[in-house]
C-alpha cells in the first residue's frame, strides 16, 4: 500500500497543473473555442524558469521566501492526503489538523509576500484572502470532525479507510460543503475569477501582480497542488465508501480528479462571480451544512 | 434511512428560512417542507401502509405543501410592495442563531426520555423547526414573514406529532389540520386588508395601539 | 343533546348567507341563543349522553363553563340586535384616526357570532385534549372577523395583533397537547388514547417529566388566550378595538373558555399526585397577572382598556384561586360566574357612553349621570360589582379565595392579593367615578337612551347582585362538585 501512497504522490506531482488545462479546455468547449494546448501549463511553467527574476528593491527575504515556503508547504501537505483508501504517505491520529496548518503556512506566507510589497491592490487582496479563509477554515475543519465522528478515526488515512455508505446523508452535506471550499480556496469562480484583470474584483491573482519569473513559477505550481490536494479530500468523501480495492481506488481517484476538474470548468462556464459582499454569506452557508452534518452525525 | 434523510431536508430548510433574502423563495421552502413533512409518516410507518396513514398523509402533503403556500403567494403577488426580507435581526446573524439553537434542540432532544426509537434525530429536529418557526415570527418585519413563522413553527409540531404521540384519534388529527388550514386562511385575508389599509405588508406600521400615548380623539363623529 | 347544542349555532350560521331580510337576520340571533341556552337548561335537568365514542360529554366542570357561557351569550346577542339597528350603513369618519371606514357585513358578523358560540360550546364539552385544542382554536379564527367589524387600521391592528400572538399561543398549547400524549405513551397503558378519563385512571403511572412540559406549555399556551401577564399582550387591544358587544363575549366567555383548557391539565396533574406542582405556577401566573392588571388600570387614560385590563387582573384571580386549592378552587369557579356577568355588565355600558360621547377617552367623559342616567347608573353598579365590594357576587369569590389562602397558611399570596385588588380598586373607582359623576360636556347623542342597550346591561346587573346575596342551592352544588374534580373543596 505504502507503494501505492509513492504512486500517487507522483502522479500528484506530475498532473496537477493538468487539471488547469482540463478545466480551460472545458471552458473552451463551452466557449465554443477550441482553447489551449493540452500542455500549455506545463509551457508556461517551463518559460517562467527560464527568465530572470525581477525584484524590487523595497522587498525583504520574505518576498523570495514566499514563493519558496508555499510551495514546500503544499508539497508536504500532499503526503497527508490519502486518495479513497490509498493511503497517505505519513498518517497519525490528528493529521488533517497538522494538513490545516501547513494550508495556513504556505497561505501566511503569500499574503506576507504580497503585503512586503507595499503596493495598496496587493494589500487589499491579501485582506480579502484572509477574510475569505477565515470563513472558509472552520468549514474544513468541522468537514474533517464530521469525517472523524462518523468513522471514529483520527487520521486522514484511516477516516477515508473507514467510511461506509451509511453515514448516507451527512455525507452529502459534506460533500457539497467541501465543493464551496474547493472552489473558495483554490479562487475559482463564484468566489474569485482567475482570468479577471480588473484589480478591484481580484483576490488572488492582485496578490501576484509583483512576482516574475522562477517565482511565479513557483506560485503557480503551488496552486496546482493545492487543487489537487483539497480535491482528493473532496472526491474521496463518494469514494471510499464505494471503492475498497487500493489499486482501483488510485485509477479511479485520478480519473475522478479530472472528472472533478470538468466539473469546475462546468461551474466557470455557468455561473457568474458573486458580489464580494456575498462571499462570506456563501462560506457561511459551507459551514452551516458541516454543521447540520455534524448534527445528523451526533443525533 | 429515509427518515433521517428527510429530517435533514427539514434541518436545511429551516437554514434556509433564517438566511432566505428572497420572500417567494422562503415561501417555496416553507412549501418543500411542508412536502418533506406530508412524506415523512410514509417512511416512519410499518408496512403494509395503514389506509389512514396513506390518507393523512396526503391530506397534509396537500395542504401543508400545496394549499398554504398557494395561498401566500396570492398574498405576495396581491401586495407585491417588497418582496425583499426585512429582518429585524441580519441575515448572517439569523444563521449563526440557528447553528446556535440546532446545537441547543439537540442537547434538548438527547436528555427527553422518548417513547420510541423513530429515530434519534427526530426530536432535535422538531424543536428546531419550533425554535425556527418562532424567531421568524418575532425577528422579521414583515407579516406575511410572521405567517411563514408560524407555519414552520406549526411544522415543528406536526413533527413532533408524527414521530411521537401516536395515541391522537385520527378525527383530532384532521381537525388540526383544518384548522391549521383555515388559520392561515383567516391570516391571509387580514393580509390582504392590512395591505389596502396601509400600502405594505409591514408591520411596523401595525405599532398605534398602545397604552401610553393617548389617542388624540375627536369630538364629532361616534365610532358605534 | 351535545350534538344538538353544537349544531344548533352552526344552522343559524348557514341559514344567516340564506336569510334575505336583515331584521330577520338579526332576529337570528337571540333566537339561537335561547334555543341555545334552553338546550343548556335541560342539560342541568337531566345530563346529556355522551358522543363521538365519548369524546365529548358534559361533566360538571364542562357544564358550569357552558351555563356561563350560554347565559352571557344570550343576553349579549339581545343587545347585539340593537347594536346593530343602530350601526349606520355605508361609510363614515373615523372618530379617532380621521380617516374613513366602514363596518363589515352585517352577515358575516352574525355567522361568526353564532360560529364563535359552538367553539365556546365545543370546549365546554369536549372530553378529549386534541378536540379541546380543536375547539379553542376555533375560537380564535371566529372571534377574529368579530373584532374586525369596524373596518379601520386600529382594528385592523388589534385583529392581526391577535391572530399571531394567540395562534402562536395556542400552537404551543398544541406542542402540550402531545406531550401529554407522550406521557401517556411512557405509562403502564401504552395505548391510552387522549380521552380525559382515559388519562385520569392512567395518571399516576405516567411521566412526570413529559407531564410537567405538557403542563408547563398548555399553561402558556392557553395563558396566552386566556389573558395572563405576561403573555397578554393582545388583550387590551382586541377588547379595545372590537365593538363592545363582542369585547363583553371576549371577556365574559372567551377567556374563561382558555381557562378551562388550562382546569383540564391540572385535572390531569392532580390525578397524578402533582397538583401542588401546577398549582404553584398557577399562583405564580395568577398573581404576576393581577398586579399588572392593577397597575395598568392606574393612569389608564381609555376606559375600553381599562376594562380589558381589570380582564387580566380578574384572569389573575381565577388562577390564584385554583392555586390557593381547597376552597380556594370553588371560589375561583364561583369567580368565573360573576366576573364574566360583571364585566359583560361593563362593556356593554362602555359600549353605550361609546356611542352617546364618540370617544373613549377617560379625560373627556364627565357628568355620564347627569346626562344619561341609566347608563351612568350602570357603570356605578358595574364598578363596585367589578372590584369586590358587597352585596355583589364577585365580593363572595373574592373572599373565599382570601380566606383559602390564609387558613391554608400562605400569608404571602394573601398579602399580594390583597395589595393588587386594593390597587384594582383604586385604579377603576378613581376613573370611573371621575366618569360617572360631576357636570361636563354633552354628550353628542342626545336621543333617550334605547331599551335594548339598557335592558341587558340591567338584566346582568340583577344576576350579579342576586348571585352576591342568594346562591341557589343546584349552582352551589355545581360549583362544589366542579371543584372537587379539580381537587379542591367547598366553601
Known amino acids: 500500500m505504502q507503494a501505492l501512497a509513492l504512486v500517487h504522490l507522483a502522479v500528484a506531482l506530475l498532473a496537477a497543473p493538468l487539471l488547469l488545462s482540463v478545466i480551460n479546455k472545458t471552458k473552451a468547449f463551452f466557449g465554443g473555442r477550441q482553447g489551449p494546448p493540452w500542455l500549455q501549463p506545463y509551457r508556461e511553467l517551463t518559460k517562467l524558469l527560464h527568465k530572470g527574476v525581477a525584484r524590487s528593491r523595497s522587498t525583504s527575504w520574505v518576498f523570495v521566501a514566499g514563493p519558496i515556503v508555499s510551495v514546500a508547504a503544499t508539497a508536504l501537505a500532499l503526503c497527508l492526503v490519502p486518495l479513497g483508501v490509498v493511503p497517505a504517505l505519513v498518517a497519525f491520529p490528528g493529521d488533517f489538523v497538522l494538513l490545516a496548518y501547513l494550508l495556513g503556512l504556505a497561505r501566511f506566507f503569500t499574503v506576507s509576500a504580497a503585503l512586503d510589497t507595499g503596493s495598496a491592490f496587493e494589500g487589499m487582496g491579501a485582506s480579502r484572502e484572509v477574510q475569505l479563509s477565515a470563513l472558509a477554515e472552520p468549514g474544513l475543519l468541522l468537514a474533517f470532525v464530521v469525517l472523524a465522528v462518523a468513522t471514529q478515526a483520527l487520521s486522514l488515512t484511516g477516516l477515508f479507510a473507514r467510511l461506509g455508505t451509511d453515514g448516507g446523508p451527512a455525507l452529502v452535506l459534506v460533500f457539497v460543503a467541501l465543493l464551496v471550499i474547493f472552489l473558495s480556496e483554490n479562487s475559482r469562480i463564484p468566489v474569485d475569477d482567475p482570468n479577471t484583470h480588473l484589480e478591484l474584483t481580484m483576490i488572488h491573482e492582485v496578490m501576484i501582480l509583483d512576482h516574475s519569473g522562477p517565482d511565479l513559477a513557483l506560485i503557480h505550481y503551488a496552486a496546482a497542488l493545492k487543487m489537487w490536494l483539497l480535491g482528493t479530500l473532496l472526491i474521496g468523501v463518494p469514494l471510499s465508501p464505494w471503492v475498497s480495492d487500493g489499486f482501483a481506488s488510485l485509477l479511479l481517484g485520478v480519473l475522478a480528479m479530472f472528472a472533478l476538474a470538468v466539473l469546475v470548468g462546468v461551474i466557470e462556464s455557468s455561473t457568474a462571480r458573486l458580489r464580494l459582499t456575498r462571499l462570506p454569506q456563501w462560506l457561511l452557508a459551507a459551514f452551516v451544512l458541516t454543521a447540520v452534518a455534524l448534527f445528523v452525525v451526533m443525533g | 434511512m429515509w427518515t433521517e434523510f428527510a429530517l435533514m431536508l427539514l434541518v436545511l430548510a429551516n437554514l434556509r428560512l433564517l438566511g432566505g433574502s428572497r420572500l417567494l423563495a422562503c415561501i417555496s421552502t416553507a412549501a418543500f417542507q411542508g412536502v418533506v413533512l406530508g412524506l415523512l409518516p410514509l417512511t416512519v410507518a410499518s408496512w403494509p401502509l395503514d389506509p389512514r396513514i396513506v390518507l393523512l398523509s396526503l391530506l397534509s402533503l396537500l395542504i401543508k405543501g400545496w394549499g398554504l403556500p398557494v395561498l401566500l403567494r396570492k398574498a405576495l403577488r396581491e401586495t407585491s410592495v417588497n418582496r425583499e426580507i426585512q429582518p429585524i435581526v441580519s441575515l448572517n446573524l439569523s444563521l449563526l442563531f440557528g447553528l446556535a439553537v440546532l446545537a441547543l434542540s439537540g442537547w434538548l432532544g438527547s436528555r427527553l426520555p422518548l417513547p420510541t426509537s423513530a429515530s434519534a434525530l427526530g426530536a432535535p429536529v422538531a424543536f428546531f423547526t419550533l425554535f425556527t418557526g418562532l424567531f421568524l415570527v418575532v425577528a422579521r418585519r414583515q407579516a406575511l414573514t410572521q405567517v411563514l413563522g408560524y407555519l414552520v413553527l406549526e411544522n415543528g409540531i406536526f413533527l413532533f406529532g408524527v414521530l411521537f404521540a401516536h395515541s391522537t384519534p385520527w378525527i383530532v388529527e384532521v381537525g388540526v389540520l383544518l384548522d391549521l388550514l383555515v388559520g392561515v386562511f383567516v391570516m391571509g385575508i387580514t393580509l390582504f386588508h392590512i395591505n389596502r389599509a396601509f400600502d405594505a405588508i409591514d408591520s411596523d406600521r401595525l405599532a398605534q395601539l398602545h397604552d401610553l400615548a393617548v389617542q388624540r380623539p375627536s369630538p364629532t363623529e361616534p365610532t358605534e | ?491
Open chain 3, 1 to 491: 343533546m351535545i350534538l344538538a347544542l353544537l349544531l344548533s349555532p352552526l344552522i343559524v350560521a348557514a341559514l344567516v348567507f340564506v336569510l334575505p331580510w336583515p331584521r330577520l337576520r338579526r332576529a337570528m340571533l337571540p333566537l339561537s341563543a335561547s334555543i341555545h341556552f334552553l338546550l343548556t337548561l335541560s342539560c342541568h335537568l337531566r345530563s346529556p349522553a355522551a358522543a363521538l365514542q365519548g369524546m365529548l360529554a358534559l361533566d360538571e366542570l364542562g357544564l358550569l363553563f357552558l351555563s356561563t357561557t350560554s347565559t352571557i351569550y344570550l343576553i349579549v346577542s339581545v343587545y347585539t340586535v340593537g347594536f346593530l339597528a343602530r350601526e349606520p350603513a355605508g361609510k363614515r369618519r373615523d372618530a379617532l384616526s380621521r380617516g374613513v371606514f366602514s363596518n363589515a357585513p352585517e352577515t358575516i358578523f352574525i355567522a361568526c357570532l353564532s360560529l364563535f358560540l359552538s367553539a365556546m360550546t365545543l370546549v365546554t364539552v369536549s372530553q378529549n385534549f386534541g378536540i379541546l385544542w380543536v375547539g379553542i382554536e376555533s375560537t380564535t379564527l371566529a372571534t377574529a372577523p368579530l373584532i374586525y367589524f369596524h373596518r379601520h387600521n386600529r382594528s385592523l391592528e388589534a385583529t392581526w395583533k391577535y391572530l399571531l400572538i394567540c395562534s402562536v399561543g395556542i400552537a404551543i398549547a398544541l406542542l402540550g397537547t402531545l406531550f401529554l400524549s407522550v406521557a401517556g405513551q411512557l405509562s403502564a397503558h401504552p395505548e391510552l388514547g387522549m380521552d380525559l378519563s382515559a388519562l385520569l385512571s392512567a395518571a399516576q403511572s405516567m411521566d412526570s417529566a413529559w407531564l410537567r412540559g405538557a403542563f408547563l406549555l398548555m399553561l402558556v399556551g392557553y395563558g396566552t388566550k386566556m389573558g395572563l401577564a405576561p403573555v397578554h399582550s393582545w388583550l387590551p387591544d382586541a377588547h379595545s378595538e372590537a365593538p363592545s358587544a363582542v369585547s363583553a363575549l371576549l371577556s365574559g366567555a372567551l377567556l374563561n373558555c382558555a381557562f378551562l383548557g388550562i382546569l383540564r391539565m391540572q385535572q390531569v396533574l392532580e390525578a397524578a399526585g402533582m397538583g401542588s406542582f401546577g398549582r404553584e405556577l398557577l399562583l405564580v401566573f395568577g398573581l404576576l397577572s393581577m398586579l399588572f392588571g392593577a397597575l395598568f388600570l392606574i393612569g389608564q387614560s381609555d376606559f375600553k382598556r381599562l376594562l380589558a385590563y381589570s380582564s387580566v387582573e380578574h384572569m389573575g384571580i381565577l388562577a390564584v384561586g385554583v392555586g390557593v386549592g381547597d376552597a380556594g378552587v370553588s371560589g375561583a369557579l364561583f369567580h368565573m360566574v360573576v366576573h364574566s356577568l360583571a364585566k359583560s355588565l361593563l362593556f356593554l355600558v362602555a359600549g353605550n357612553t361609546l356611542a352617546a360621547y364618540g370617544t373613549r377617552a377617560l379625560a373627556e367623559v364627565r357628568g355620564v349621570f347627569a346626562h344619561r342616567p341609566g347608563t351612568g347608573a350602570l357603570w356605578l353598579v358595574g364598578l363596585f360589582a367589578i372590584v369586590g365590594s358587597p352585596p355583589f357576587g364577585p365580593f363572595i369569590s373574592e373572599l373565599v379565595v382570601l380566606r383559602a389562602a390564609l387558613s391554608s397558611g400562605q400569608w404571602l399570596v394573601a398579602i399580594l392579593f390583597l395589595g393588587a385588588l386594593s390597587l384594582a380598586f383604586i385604579g377603576m373607582s378613581g376613573a370611573v367615578l371621575r366618569m360617572v359623576q360631576g357636570s361636563g360636556p354633552a354628550p353628542r347623542l342626545t336621543t333617550p337612551e334605547p331599551w335594548s342597550s339598557l335592558a341587558p346591561p340591567m338584566l346582568l346587573a340583577g344576576l350579579v347582585l342576586l348571585l352576591g346575596v342568594w346562591l341557589p342551592a343546584p349552582l352551589t352544588t355545581l360549583l362544589h362538585d366542579a371543584a372537587r374534580a379539580l381537587g379542591g373543596g367547598a366553601f
